[in-house]
């Protein structure tokens, strides 16, 4: 009889846990499944009431209008250009601080760290009208240079403190080896560190490249002109005054969905070590 009340209390304990987890499941894909199925529907399919699960009429007449008619393939470039050389810039800094960080105490350095940790609590809003000026005086508005710049100094900061966590989790006993081994410091970084910081790597860049691929505000304050507009903003722009082609929308953000689903399926493999090896040491 306890056999029974203990496998049937076992029982349901676990289908109340399938539940939940099927719930959670479902709230989180179908926001992404209606986006996707939208995109392949008719306009007018769109406005309808109720509406439908899944298109009368498969079409991809959003994906082409959106590409073709809305200047979106410039705007593609332009975010890839930017999210890229932000990424890359973001990546190769935050190495740098990150190891100095890690291997160098010096006085005030937890102050330093501090203030890193401090920039990312502070509004993005906040920093759009002294961004804009300082930007203007230097003659570079409406250009990758501006937007650039702002995209790294987001992401350096955090990027620096996750690589720090990594280059803990590796024994300075390695960098005295490679030292002895006559290495210097900077090419015990590129050859020895780095490589067995992969994963805080991959970790990283996927970050950074997110950082520079979603934002939204300082590309609409930074740029004056449509050839200069990013995806986030550019996809915006698709709001009309008087109505919204939604398979157009929907359409413009599954293409924007993509580089940032491709790149994290290629760091796949180091992303998911980077979750868990970088918490080693803080």
Known sequence: MNFRRH????????????????????????????????SLKTIPETYLWPPTF???????EGYSKVWTYSNFAKMFLNSVIVA???TVLSVVLASLAAYGFS??????????LFFFLFTQMVP???????????MRKLGLINSYTALILAYTSFSLPFCTWMLKGF???IPTDIDEAAMIDGCGRFQTLIEVIL????????????????????????????????????????????NGEF????????????????????????????FVKGLTAGAVKG
Request: proline share 6%; hydrophobic share 60%; aromatic share 14%.
């Open 7 to 38: 496998f049937a209390s076992t029982l349901l304990s676990r289908g109340l846990v399938v539940l939940v987890l099927a719930v959670i499941l479902v709230v989180t894909i179908f926001p992404l499944y209606w986006i996707a199925v939208t």
């Open 54 to 60: 899944w298109p009368k009429e498969l079409t991809f």
């Open 84 to 86: 890229v050389s932000s």
């Open 103 to 112: 291997r160098f105490k010096f006085k005030g350095h937890k102050i330093v």
């Open 124 to 134: 993005a809003i906040l920093l759009l009208l002294p961004y804009f000026i300082m």
């Open 167 to 169: 280059f803990d989790s």
């Open 195 to 238: 490589p067995l910081a992969l994963p805080g790597i991959a970790a990283t860049t996927l970050f950074g490249f997110l950082v520079a691929w979603n934002h939204y505000l300082f590309a609409m304050g930074l740029t004056t002109t449509p050839e200069m507009y990013t995806l986030p903003v550019g996809i915006a722009a698709l």
């Open 243 to 270: 109505r919204v082609a939604w398979n157009e929308l929907m359409a413009g953000a599954i293409i924007a969905s993509l580089p940032a689903l491709v790149l994290y399926l290629l760091l796949q493999k180091w």
